[in-house]
């Protein structure tokens, strides 16, 4: 809260601090949270803010936020082929069966993506 207060003039604005005055710091805000929650307060603070909001029709009540941000990977991006053999105890399967597992990296959240001309690995 206090970095978006400090970076954003929209989050300044809407609380109400002009540039000139001085943000609170992270462990006011947090000892302010708490006291809140205590006396059990957060919840009806946030109904009074929607309903301000709602009447002034600025209440989004549908959507959703996605994160879109690129992380690069750790590891490379590099094909790797593990091939496991897998015995059967029973006669009539006496073919060799094996088990083949395909991977890119060892990082299982990783892939490739593009993101206007470029491509990226994570």
Same mark, same amino acid.
Request: with cysteine; hydrophobic share 30%; net charge negative.
């Given at each position: 809260?206090?970095? %978006?207060?400090?970076? @954003?003039? &929209?989050? %300044?604005?809407?609380?109400? =601090?002009?540039? $000139?005055?001085?943000?609170? /710091?992270?462990?006011? =805000?947090? @000892?302010? @949270? +708490?006291?809140?929650? *205590? *006396?059990?307060?957060?919840?009806?603070?946030? +109904?009074?803010?929607n309903g301000q909001l709602a009447?002034?029709? *600025?209440?989004? !009540? &549908?959507?959703?936020?996605? /994160?879109?941000?690129?992380?690069? &990977?750790? #590891?490379?991006?590099? !094909?790797?082929? $593990? =091939?496991?053999?897998?015995?059967?105890? @029973?006669?009539? $399967? %006496? $073919?060799n069966d094996c088990q083949v597992?395909? &991977?890119?990296?060892?990082? %299982?959240?990783a892939a490739w993506t593009r *993101?206007?001309?470029? #491509?990226?690995?994570?």
């Amino acid at each position: 809260m206090e970095e %978006s207060l400090c970076d @954003r003039y &929209s989050f %300044s604005r809407f609380a109400g =601090i002009s540039l $000139d005055e001085d943000v609170q /710091d992270h462990t006011t =805000i947090c @000892r302010f @949270r +708490n006291l809140l929650a *205590k *006396k059990k307060l957060l919840q009806p603070l946030l +109904n009074e803010v929607n309903g301000q909001l709602a009447v002034q029709g *600025k209440l989004v !009540k &549908s959507g959703c936020v996605v /994160d879109a941000t690129l992380i690069s &990977s750790a #590891y490379r991006p590099r !094909k790797q082929v $593990d =091939i496991e053999m897998v015995t059967t105890d @029973r006669e009539e $399967d %006496s $073919d060799n069966d094996c088990q083949v597992t395909l &991977s890119y990296s060892k990082d %299982s959240e990783a892939a490739w993506t593009r *993101k206007g001309s470029s #491509y990226y690995y994570g």
